[in-house]
């Protein structure tokens, strides 16, 4: 069993960045890939960016490359989600979501998700 708990959403203009964190507990962290999704209103929740258990594979969506930076630290059990250049279009909640399976981008193969967090960005 895994909990995921996400911080670090808000309201932030254009052009800035905001930092998001999910803490995990429970066993195997660093056996997992895990995982940013966001969902905006009567939208799919859709992948933003993911990372291998090692750190060593990074995917991300074309909308958010070059912006976004996902990471993790398994010492912490902290996966993050640097946003920079952020723009209204990336208004949404954001979940963290944890996964075994070799697919990444479909939101049905991860077994474990956070709450979510609001990213508002106003222009």
């Known amino acids: 069993q895994v909990q995921l708990v996400e911080s670090g959403g808000g309201l932030v203009q254009a052009g800035g960045s905001l930092r998001l964190s999910c803490a995990a507990s429970?066993?195997?962290?660093?056996?997992?890939?895990m995982a940013w999704f966001r969902q905006a209103p009567g939208k799919e929740r859709d992948l933003v960016a993911a990372i291998r258990w090692n750190g060593g594979s990074t995917v991300y969506a074309d909308s958010v490359k070059g912006r976004f930076t996902i990471s993790r630290d398994n010492a912490k059990n902290t996966v993050y989600l640097q946003m920079n250049s952020l723009k209204p279009e990336d208004t949404a909640v954001y979940y963290c979501?944890?996964?075994?399976?070799?697919?990444?981008?479909?939101?049905?193969?991860?077994?474990?998700w956070g709450q979510g967090t609001q990213v508002t960005v106003s222009s």
């Open positions: 979501a944890a996964n075994r399976s070799p697919v990444v981008a479909v939101p049905e193969y991860y077994s474990y």
């Open positions: 429970g066993r195997a962290f660093s056996s997992y890939t």
